[in-house]
């Protein structure tokens, strides 16, 4: 079975600055993992997904994030926050074997950036 | 459509009433997902159909909760008997094919409350 763990249920930081939102995961196979995005009163929005191709996997808005397998970590990371950033973000592991097709989500990471 | 459709956006109802949920997916979108996000909770993987059927039921929280899809398009999820703590949001998601590395386009939801 798969499991996500996301580190911080919050992350503060000010429009400009970098921003890091931590994930691990575990999993018996070789995973595939997502970070999803959900502003507020809308749907969840894929942001990016590592499917075993490159390490560092670049997403949509200047968001990237670094599959550590060493680790077990698939951390979220933006140079320079902006405003429309706020949202609350999913790290998300999928099933293999018999879940093959089935996603776990963690708990989600609200992120606050001050003007 | 142009993004999956979940209807109705708000449900308040009775304990001890049933409750249906519809989900429209994008057309042509064979794979459907259903989710649950409790208040200060991940999201909860329910179920997820290939067409017709549905191989992974392990997700329903207990036999009052069932789902069906009809012509490989909507999706309708029953709750019977609800209970306070069946209170979430209930979210749709649907992709083109099924498959754990597959993009998934989510609905907004349906915000059920029990009281």
């Known amino acids: 079975a798969q499991s996500v763990t996301q580190l911080d249920s919050h992350v503060s930081v000010s429009e400009g600055t970098p921003v890091l939102l931590r994930c691990n995961y575990s999993?018996?196979?070789?995973?595939?993992l997502f970070w999803y995005v959900q502003h507020p009163n809308k749907g969840l929005q894929l942001l990016l997904k590592y499917t075993s191709a490159a390490t560092l996997v670049k997403g949509i808005n200047g968001f990237e994030a670094e599959f550590k397998k060493s680790e077990t970590s698939f951390h979220l990371t933006k140079p320079s926050a902006h405003m429309s950033d706020a949202a609350e973000y999913f790290c998300?592991?999928?099933?293999?074997?018999?879940?093959?097709?089935?996603?776990?989500f963690g708990q989600g990471t609200i992120l606050t950036v001050h003007p | 459509g142009a993004g999956v459709s979940q209807s109705p956006s708000n449900k308040v109802t009775e304990k001890g009433k049933d409750v249906e949920l519809r989900c429209d997916p994008i057309?042509?979108?064979?794979?459907l997902y259903w989710y649950r996000q409790s208040l200060g909770q991940g999201l909860e993987f329910l179920i997820y159909f290939q067409g017709n059927s549905a191989p992974d039921k392990s997700g329903l929280p207990s036999d009052r909760f069932s789902a069906e899809r009809t012509g490989g398009s909507v999706s309708t999820l029953t709750i019977q008997r609800t209970q306070q703590e069946d209170s979430a949001v209930y979210l749709c998601a649907s992709s083109l094919v099924w498959g754990s590395n597959e993009k998934l386009f989510f609905g907004s939801g349906t915000q059920l409350s029990v009281l």
């Open positions: 999993s018996s196979y070789s995973p595939s």
């Open positions: 998300v592991v999928s099933g293999s074997g018999t879940s093959y097709g089935k996603l776990t």
């Open positions: 057309s042509g979108h064979t794979a």
